[in-house]
């Protein structure tokens, strides 16, 4: 048989009253942990790369922009914070409970100088552009790369591509740039300038291995090595043409590699 209406609007009351005490209960205890001392947070430990920024420096560029708790702090802002410091690539910010922040930080690693003589930006690992303190930066061996900004990465890959051939033959790579026009140039450390035009990243390294395989032997037929080089076009379809320190004199059947 059915409970009377009466009864069954009273129990009705009952579980809403029930389920209303559990919320305000639930809402009081978080308002107690978001406002209680024991929750406010009290270190940032640093992890990670820190050979640029030591983790007393990093902490102290970014807890003055750190507010809330360690339930309320807001993690990406944190992020940005550390990233915005110089050297920093990423950083990956945990909570650590009560009252603590881990963060590992990521720096970048510079492998070239980036755009024109007078520029100071750098090169990461990653192929992408930033901005460091020259004299933070052991300028030993870093090649310069040039190009437009957004393919960083690709002069990156094509410059990892062609040191190896260049250096083959004791011409260590310097400088490689990509023109607006799509054009590649490449400089070397014996201050040859080599061109190695337009097309696919293929068809450029088919012609700089062609180059690397003969120029010592086109260079010791005017008993020079690959130092004595000065310049190079590699857009030739059928060989390329070589200009020698020392060597004026050109004819007809001068060797065409």
Do not use: C
């Not at 009351?13 to 209680?36: C, P, R, T």
């Not at 990461?124 to 930066?137: I, K, Y």
């Not at 990892?160 to 023109?179: K, N, S, Y």
């Amino acid at each position: 048989m059915p409970l009377p209406l009466d009864i069954r609007l009273m129990n009705a009351l009952s579980v809403v009253l029930l389920v209303a005490a559990g919320v305000s209960a639930l809402l009081a205890l978080g308002w107690w942990g978001l406002q209680h001392p024991v929750f406010g947070l009290t270190r940032i430990t640093v992890l990670g790369d820190v050979g640029h920024n030591n983790a007393a420096t990093l902490r102290a560029n970014v807890v003055p922009r750190v507010t809330g708790n360690f339930f309320t702090a807001d993690l990406g802002g944190v992020r940005k914070a550390f990233k915005e410091v110089p050297w920093v690539r990423d950083a990956v910010v945990r909570r650590e409970f009560p009252n603590r922040l881990r963060v590992f930080v990521q720096e970048h690693r510079p492998v070239a100088f980036w755009g024109s003589d007078s520029d100071t930006t750098l090169v990461n690992s990653f192929g992408e552009v930033f901005e460091a303190n020259p004299g933070d930066v052991d300028q030993d061996g870093l090649p310069r790369l040039v190009g437009p900004q957004d393919q960083s990465a690709q002069v990156l890959a094509m410059y990892r591509q062609l040191a190896p051939l260049f250096e083959g033959v004791d011409m260590g790579l310097d400088r490689l740039t990509l023109t607006a026009r799509g054009s590649w140039q490449a400089q070397t450390d014996t201050e040859a300038l080599i061109e190695l035009g337009r097309g696919a990243p293929e068809e450029v390294l088919a012609r700089a291995q062609r180059f690397a395989q003969t120029v010592t032997q086109a260079a010791s037929r005017y008993g020079r090595r690959t130092e004595a080089v000065l310049s190079a076009d590699l857009r030739h379809g059928d060989g390329y043409a070589i200009k020698l320190r020392g060597v004026t004199t050109v004819s007809t059947d001068t060797p065409k590699r």
